[in-house]
């Protein structure tokens, strides 16, 4: 089994040991070290490289983002973010933390962000099916007609599949990682939204947020908001909000109905 190595940052001792203590009954999970200010994490995180990293926000000499910051360039951990504090919550996204624990957590709470963690790591850690992965998808979306992306390569457990494109109502990103939703399933792969966005075809597929493209197929409503912003509601009742950064797109929507 393959273990991952675990880093936890935050100032206060008693924080330290409740995660330690709950990781201790993980063993997918080790933790190599501990570090109580944002000067001591940056440091210890460019020395050990862990999989991933608890980070406590409000800290001495650096803050939890002033550490993303200062280490991003140079190593990637998964980033699960515990703070008292709930302010922080959309920022800590914005940075691509996979989770944002709310002290005083509970174990269920803790065990649903390791999860998590868990996941993410456990497709990091197939490079060759990843690479194959790529290669083939590279293979789908160059297809010697020229065309656009007709099918999309994923990997469930155990086995691989291809999606149609058709059958997907949007894409949805966080970081590198998109989620491919059909009426029926959810799939997730890992890939830049901008650079899928190229491989679509623009007649049906449109950005409508930095997180999100959307199947104009099925698109039944789009309400404009007071503020520029407008909702677009799915087939399938989901909604989502096509921000004003890609109000120019609007003119794909508008072709379909005049």
Not at 149 to 178: H, P, Q, S
Request: with cysteine; net charge negative.
């Amino acid at each position: 089994m393959t273990t991952y190595r675990s880093l936890i940052i935050d100032d206060e001792l008693l924080a330290r040991q409740a995660i330690r203590t709950l990781l201790k009954t993980a063993p997918a999970f080790e933790v190599i070290d501990e570090a109580a200010n944002g000067t001591e994490a940056v440091l210890k995180i460019l020395q050990h490289r862990p999989d991933l990293v608890f980070l406590d926000i409000q800290m001495p000499e650096r803050d939890g983002f002033e550490v993303m910051k200062a280490i991003w360039g140079y190593h990637q951990p998964i980033v699960v973010f515990t703070t008292a504090y709930d302010q922080y919550a959309l920022q800590a996204f914005e940075v691509n933390a996979i989770d944002y624990l709310l002290k005083p957590f509970n174990e269920i709470r803790f065990f649903q962000a390791l999860n998590r963690v868990q996941e993410r790591l456990d497709q990091r850690a197939q490079p060759q099916v990843d690479a194959l992965m790529g290669q083939l998808l590279q293979e789908e979306t160059a297809p010697a007609d020229g065309s656009y992306l007709r099918r999309i390569l994923v990997k469930e457990t155990g086995k691989m599949c291809l999606v149609d494109t058709n059958a997907i109502l949007y894409f949805d990103a966080d970081g590198n990682y998109i989620t491919l939703h059909t009426e029926g399933k959810n799939y997730l792969i890992y890939e830049s939204l901008t650079n899928l966005e190229t491989r679509l075809n623009p007649d049906t597929f449109v950005r409508i947020h930095r997180s999100h493209i959307v199947n104009l197929d099925y698109v039944t409503e789009i309400e404009m908001h007071f503020n520029g912003e407008y909702m677009v509601r799915l087939r399938n009742g989901q909604q989502l909000k096509w921000s004003r950064s890609y109000r120019d797109n609007l003119k794909a929507f508008y072709s379909r109905v005049t």
